[in-house]
């Protein structure tokens, strides 16, 4: 992945929020504080751009927020990359699918995409044994999706946050 580069996450409602930040403190508590980003709102990053496409993403970010209201999501299992990030991973929905695409459309495919919201980064001895105690205190839950975070990385800086669209046509 490049040094500098661009996210757009889509963001769960405030009772989501909780139960996640929950589920994340009784893993702090148990030692397992990870070097995940922890001042950022949990999500599902829907796309990672290169710095030169802000103005385009926020374009496409605009149109997403008009043209989707907020949705629920079952975030229903445990997974892992490679063996240093565990994630919890939504089932992807049609709902979610069709966010995904309408932020790639003409920019790029994101074939590889898989849906996951990040709950612990740390070296692989740690992310095993983390994985075990999820495990034991993870239940799966409806979630909803409700606002669009889009944030450059390296170095960090906040550049909106959206809600989704609230009325229903």
């Not at 909780?18 to 070097?35: F, N, S, T, V």
């Not at 932020?103 to 095993?128: C, K, R, Y």
Request: hydrophobic share 40%; glycine share 4%.
């Amino acid at each position: 992945m490049k040094e500098t580069f661009l996210c757009v996450m889509a963001q769960y409602d405030s009772e989501t929020e909780m139960k996640l930040a929950d589920l994340q403190r009784k893993m702090a508590e148990a030692g397992y504080i990870g070097r995940q980003s922890k001042h950022l709102k949990h999500h599902i990053t829907l796309g990672i751009f290169d710095v030169s496409q802000e103005a385009r993403i926020k374009d496409r970010i605009d149109e997403i927020t008009r043209d989707f209201t907020p949705f629920e999501i079952r975030l229903g299992s445990l997974g892992l990359f490679r063996t240093d990030v565990l994630f919890i991973s939504p089932v992807a929905n049609s709902a979610l699918h069709r966010m995904h695409d309408a932020l790639h459309q003409g920019i790029d495919e994101d074939a590889n995409w898989v849906p996951h919201s990040t709950m612990f980064i740390e070296e692989t001895s740690q992310v095993l044994q983390a994985v075990e105690f999820l495990a034991r205190n993870f239940q799966p839950f409806s979630a909803k999706v409700e606002s669009i975070g889009f944030y450059q990385f390296q170095p960090t800086r906040f550049i909106l946050e959206k809600p989704l669209n609230q009325t229903h046509e």
